[in-house]
């Protein structure tokens, strides 16, 4: 038998940025590298979990074992996402543009003589605001939060507002010499309904495997409750 600690689960994971369209060659997007969430991903794998990763357009391998889908928009992000249900699990990393315009011009904006173009904006869907009240709600629903100030303070809101079970905070107030957003490494703050536990600065990747391991004690927690 495999013994691995999330055999026989299945992660849902989402990644990097989403791209929302204004014309064929421009995009509205967030800064995201999808670093953190494929390590994520890759370490949910190496646990024995069955992995889907949704992601955004990142330049990143696949990693191994992981069942990737590809997408651009928030919309197409939400689709997939929907599509990949049931989970036992869902980590909700991507940076998701919050807004996307009303319109998508089929053509090239030309420069206009008439003035600046007008980008009338419309709101993009929640998606783990929507996993979170949706009748297939994963058991463990996970969102992340990059924040500049008031890190737990804001995460604790972000979880109620939400209906997600753990947010991991991320302190992006960006000193200390490496950046948070498209670097290797991470601080981070785990909260959860019990409280907080506040990590160590470290690699992506071992955030990644230190995340992992909560979840599988977690969820063997309650199965033996
Ligand atoms: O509200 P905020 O964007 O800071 O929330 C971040 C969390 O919500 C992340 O887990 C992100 O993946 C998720 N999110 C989402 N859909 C959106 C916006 C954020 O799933 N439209």
Redesign the pocket.
């Known amino acids: 038998p495999d013994h691995r600690p999330l055999y026989g689960r299945h992660v849902l994971v989402?990644a990097g940025p989403t791209h929302e369209p204004i014309d064929p060659v421009r995009y509205i997007a967030n800064r995201s590298s999808g670093k953190q969430g494929f390590a994520i991903a890759a370490a949910a794998a190496e646990a024995g979990a069955r992995v889907t990763l949704v992601a955004g357009p990142v330049a990143l391998d696949t990693p191994h074992g992981v069942d990737r889908i590809d997408v651009e928009s928030?919309r197409e992000m939400a689709s997939a996402v929907d599509g990949a249900l049931p989970a036992d699990v869902a980590i909700?990393?991507?940076a998701?543009a919050?807004w996307r315009t009303r319109d998508v011009a089929g053509q090239k904006m030309k420069k206009a003589r008439t003035g600046l173009p007008d980008l009338a904006l419309t709101e993009?869907?929640?998606?783990?605001a929507g996993l979170a009240a949706g009748k297939a709600r994963p058991g463990l629903l996970i969102?992340?939060?990059?924040e500049t100030e008031d890190v737990v303070a804001n995460a604790r809101a972000?979880r109620e507002r939400?209906g997600a079970d753990w947010i991991v905070a991320n302190d992006v107030s960006g000193d200390r010499g490496e950046s948070v957003m498209g670097g290797d490494h991470n601080r981070a703050h785990i909260v959860t309904a019990q409280g907080v536990e506040t990590l160590e600065r470290m690699a992506k990747t071992d955030l990644a495997r230190t995340l992992v391991a909560r979840i599988a004690s977690h969820l063997e927690t309650v199965e033996t409750e």
């Open positions: 989402t928030a909700m990393v991507a998701v919050d993009n869907p929640d998606i783990l969102g992340f939060a990059a972000k939400k």
